[in-house]
């Protein structure tokens, strides 16, 4: 991201400060210069923004919080950005905006539920190899239930939580393993597993909430379990 953000302006990092600043960046982008200045058939092949977007959109909204979402995928999977760390191309993954923390987990844990992804996988444009395309004209219409404050909070409780687990979980599995020990493998390998039941209790105990709430029938909660 070779941008500065300042207010509701984005300025492109001059090529003196890229090459200081980060130079690994810099480094990689001079290897692939001319790949970088061919592009739309020569209009970025300019000494003052090769390394620049060809369509620098929505560059202000990067670092803001947001929930994310691959424009392809196999099931409604969806993540938070709470910090804003994470840049998005806005084409292979879409970016949802909300009005405040709580709701962008409560939206996470409704997105993540098997009702809102078995509506989403009969109503979403298919792909091949069993994929569907995620974006907004398939997302947006998506069936919300009808919530108190007290249950807003407690869906928004339970996602962050599940957010949480999943990382733990994903860093953990992120180790390096090579110079480990047989026993320092074990304990990574056991707290794995521990982490991996957390999260399906935390699943189950979040599908039940989210059924509940959308008032959904015995017979209409195995309906959707089975896909």
Known sequence: FPYVTTGETAR???AEQMAVSFPLAWAYLKRNEGVLRGRERGKMNRDDR????NYPKNLIKQHQPKLYVAQTVPTLRVAYDESGIH????????????????HAW???GILNAPVADYVFRRTAKPKA????EANKQFIAPLPMP??????HREVARRAEELQVLH???????STPTERST???SDLLTIRVNVLENQITRAEQAMNRLVYGLYSLSEDEIRLVERG
């Open 12 to 14: 492109l990092i001059s």
């Open 50 to 53: 090769w390394w620049g977007y």
């Open 87 to 102: 840049c998005l191309n806005n084409v292979r993954v879409n970016g949802v905006f909300t009005n405040s923390a709580e």
């Open 106 to 108: 409560f939206l996470l």
């Open 129 to 132: 190899g069993g994929y569907f």
């Open 146 to 151: 009808s919530v108190t404050e007290d249950e």
């Open 167 to 173: 990382s733990e979980k994903a860093v953990l599995q």
């Open 182 to 184: 047989d026993e320092t």
